[in-house]
């Protein structure tokens, strides 16, 4: 087909689009939960407390049980997702049933009760954050690929203006999990000097003392180092952004400018939120990030339901959708920036309870139970929010979409926590032979030692999330060029299901065989 009639049909392929359900969503999301419990329990039950066997044998495993499920259910499975989660959960319990029978032939002296393993200690590292973050990258990298071709379902595509799309969460994912794990989040923050000074300075004006002006102006100085701090440490986003800003216009690469405007892209708005969130902890402390949140979220639709400001977006000045002038061509990607900021401020308020000191797998269990609230009551708002106020819009981060990508990601974390407690449970009540050749006469407490090993299985040099996580700039990059590539290199609309398929695996297993292999060589690639 020549290129002028392709673009046509590109152009209607990607435009106009509503969206599906938030429950069909919820729903997908499931599956990598479930997906990476089957992976664990799996990994245990084959490799014991060794953990990892070699590098094929583990990375196909990891494929297999993270990638493919998910992957098929964004596709060609798409009508038979309850039945994909059937299977796994099916596999699962076989596992746990088949490792307890096995636990309780050859070493039944090793299992604990259930208010026993309750209260053991746990330490290191919270690996359902990192299930989270490696899965922000997973599921988007399957996912810019896959909608360009027939066999990812509209409905799961980006919306036009209004409405619920898979890929709508993305760049909201993408932003929680930056901020649960950034320096605020995680105590250390650095309190800027001086803060407390500016606020004395708009209250008390009539102070003249010299070394109270020194001290002002001290204060001010270092905020505003701590802000060019922070656009330093994205200028990478910003090249990144202008460097995919220049590729894309000279090489015609089609793209749907109702996303972020003409200019804007999704590196601009993290380097925008990462500047603005700076400045905004440079003056309040990160303590107060839930307050931000709601007063960044609350202004913001106020200004578009009662300034105005949403017709703007959604129309241009003139109400005709004029893209004249930078304002007008980029005020998507300008203005929902602010939308994201308040998912941003939220993040860190998130990410502050997650780093809290637990110490037993029973404050585990209540942190869970917390979540699960959590994530019933952000629901509940959810409805009323589009009921009372406005429907989503990726297109403005509306309220609803920010109250909307939230209650998905603590939906996640919820799920990759009862994960990692399953995981642990299972082992200490022995449903999982975590080393079939251990003395039988092995006491608890080296038992105890044993299930410790193997639950940090994620620090392996072969650990496909491990790898993601190390390298997830690359990997989202990597994952944009081989896109590219296929895009310039196949008519992908055109495609039949087995040649879209075969490439969309294939392109995964490559993207992820990269990073482990530059994960087990441990390189790390930073460019600031």
């Avoid at 046509?8 to 419990?37: A, C, D, K, R, W």
């Avoid at 299930?131 to 919306?159: E, G, N, Q």
Wanted: charged share 15%.
């Amino acid at each position: 087909m020549d290129e002028v009639a392709y673009r046509q049909i590109q152009e209607s392929f990607y435009s106009n689009l509503n969206g599906t359900s938030p429950l069909e969503i919820s729903v997908l999301l499931t599956v990598p939960i479930v997906s990476v419990l089957l992976r664990n329990i799996l990994i245990l039950w084959l490799f014991g407390s060794a953990v990892y066997s070699g590098l094929w044998s583990t990375y196909l495993i990891d494929f297999i049980t993270l990638i493919a499920p998910f992957t098929l259910c964004c596709t060609v499975y798409s009508q038979h997702i309850q039945a994909i989660m059937i299977s796994l959960l099916s596999l699962v319990v076989g596992l746990l049933v088949t490792g307890d029978i096995a636990t309780s032939k050859h070493c039944k002296q090793l299992k604990f009760s259930l208010s026993d393993c309750l209260g053991h200690k746990v330490e290191g590292k919270r690996h359902f954050i990192s299930y989270f973050r490696a899965y922000a990258l997973i599921v988007t990298a399957i996912a810019i690929l896959a909608v360009d071709f027939v066999i990812f379902p509209r409905r799961f595509a980006k919306t036009e203006t209004y409405g619920t799309g898979f890929m709508d969460i993305g760049v909201g994912g993408f932003v929680i999990s930056n901020a649960v794990v950034s320096p605020e989040a995680r105590g250390k923050h650095k309190e800027i000097r001086g803060v407390k000074c500016t606020v004395l300075h708009v209250l008390q004006p009539c102070i003249n003392s010299p070394w109270y002006c020194i001290y002002f102006y001290s204060g001010v100085k270092c905020t505003v180092l701590h802000v060019l701090q922070a656009i330093k440490s994205t200028s990478p986003l910003l090249v990144i952004g202008f460097a995919r800003l220049l590729s894309v216009k000279a090489s015609d690469y089609h793209e749907h400018i109702s996303e972020y405007g003409v200019h804007w892209n999704f590196f601009f708005t993290l380097a925008a939120v990462r500047v603005l969130s700076t400045l905004c902890f440079a003056l309040i402390s990160p303590k107060m990030s839930w307050l931000i949140s709601l007063a960044v979220a609350i202004g913001y639709q106020y200004c578009l339901t009662n300034q105005g400001l949403e017709d703007f977006v959604l129309h241009g000045s003139d109400g005709s959708n004029t893209r004249v002038g930078i304002l007008n061509a980029n005020r998507e990607g300008i203005f929902s920036s602010f939308g994201y900021l308040a998912i941003y401020f939220a993040g860190v308020q998130f990410g502050m309870f997650l780093f809290k000191n637990r110490s037993t797998i029973k404050d585990w269990c209540k942190t869970f139970l917390f979540l699960l609230l959590l994530d019933i009551i952000l629901w509940i708002v959810f409805t009323l929010s589009v009921q009372h106020i406005q429907p989503v819009s990726r297109r403005t981060a509306n309220l609803s979409f920010i109250i909307w990508v939230f209650a998905y990601c603590v939906q996640l974390f919820t799920g990759f926590l009862f994960v990692e407690i399953i995981t642990m449970v299972s082992m200490e009540m022995g449903f999982i032979p975590i080393n079939t050749s251990v003395n039988k006469k092995q006491d608890s407490s080296q038992r105890k030692d044993s299930i410790v090993t193997a639950v940090n299985f994620e620090e392996s040099k072969y650990c496909l999330i491990g790898a993601v996580n190390r390298n997830q700039l690359l990997y989202f990059l990597l994952s944009n060029v081989m896109t590219g590539a296929v895009n310039l290199s196949l008519q992908t609309i055109l495609q039949p299901t087995e040649v879209a398929l075969t490439t969309l695996f294939s392109y995964m297993f490559i993207l992820g065989f990269i990073h482990v292999l530059l994960h087990s060589l441990n390189i790390k690639t930073k460019v600031w």
